[in-house]
């Protein structure tokens, strides 16, 4: 969808493996340059959240603009040498999982620096009250979690129950905004440092769960063609 297309093909991709058949070391090296693409969103992000448009320069730096990102992906930093084996780990860009999905990157990568940097804040009680440090980090955790069950409906082509996820992960969202403008918390300076940095992350994510909702309608609205 736009940048953020998820219409991995994923039941076709699963069908049209044909021999490839992998070993939990194949899978855990699969997993391992997902996780890369991840940690690439964010270094893409960090060197333009100074930009307007961020969202959609990242997501031309991660090739997702392009018809044919889910096989173009560019090498992930650190990941297994070029031609090494693949003969017997197969071409790991022909298989797509969620992971590979780009609201998924998106949203992993923006949820793991807000959780990342408020840890750093959160083990310190001289910093910020133990109890709303943990709720907050708890509402982070809700949220993502409520986007990821959204990505995974969106998968599966079910547009109505993703646009339904996605609300309880906004709703989610707003909670997490309200904490960090909680009387309690901004007085205190590591949390306004930590606020001013994580808020226009949780509306980056707010941007990019509303383009989806948005275009899951109109999936959901258009017309079933006939089958002839």
């Given at each position: 969808?736009?940048?953020?297309?998820?219409?991995?093909?994923?039941?076709?991709?699963?069908?049209?493996?044909?021999?490839?058949?992998?070993?939990?070391?194949?899978?855990?090296?699969?997993?391992?340059?997902?996780?890369?693409?991840?940690?690439?969103?964010?270094?893409?992000?960090?060197?333009?959240?100074?930009?307007?448009?961020?969202?959609?320069?990242?997501?031309e730096l991660m090739h997702w603009d392009s018809a044919e990102s889910e096989t173009d992906d560019p090498p992930a930093p650190g990941g297994p040498d070029d031609g090494a084996d693949d003969a017997e780990f197969g071409?790991?860009?022909?298989?797509?999982?969620?992971?590979?999905?780009?609201?998924?990157?998106?949203?992993?990568?923006?949820?793991?620096?807000?959780?990342?940097?408020?840890?750093?804040?959160?083990?310190?009680?001289?910093?910020?009250?133990?109890?709303?440090?943990?709720?907050?980090?708890?509402?982070?955790?809700?949220?993502?979690?409520?986007?990821?069950q959204a990505i995974h409906a969106l998968d599966f082509g079910d547009y109505a129950m993703a646009v339904s996820l996605f609300k309880r992960a906004l709703s989610g969202l707003n909670s997490t905004l309200a904490l960090l403008n909680d009387s309690t918390l901004v007085r205190h300076n590591a949390v306004i440092t930590?606020?001013?940095?994580?808020?226009?992350?949780?509306?980056?994510?707010?941007?990019?769960w509303l383009r989806v909702i948005a275009e899951c309608r109109e999936e959901s609205d258009r017309p079933v063609d006939d089958e002839n």
């Open positions: 969808m736009s940048n953020y297309d998820s219409d991995g093909g994923s039941d076709n991709d699963w069908e049209d493996r044909g021999d490839l058949a992998w070993n939990e070391f194949d899978w855990e090296r699969y997993l391992r340059e997902q996780d890369e693409a991840v940690h690439r969103y964010l270094g893409f992000y960090e060197a333009c959240k100074a930009s307007t448009d961020r969202i959609d320069e990242v997501a071409d790991s860009s022909e298989v797509y999982t969620l992971h590979k999905n780009p609201i998924f990157v998106s949203t992993k990568a923006l949820c793991l620096s807000l959780k990342r940097q408020w840890e750093l804040i959160a083990v310190d009680p001289t910093k910020v009250p133990q109890p709303i440090a943990v709720r907050l980090l708890v509402a982070i955790a809700h949220t993502e979690e409520q986007a990821v930590y606020r001013e940095d994580a808020v226009p992350r949780l509306f980056d994510l707010r941007e990019i």
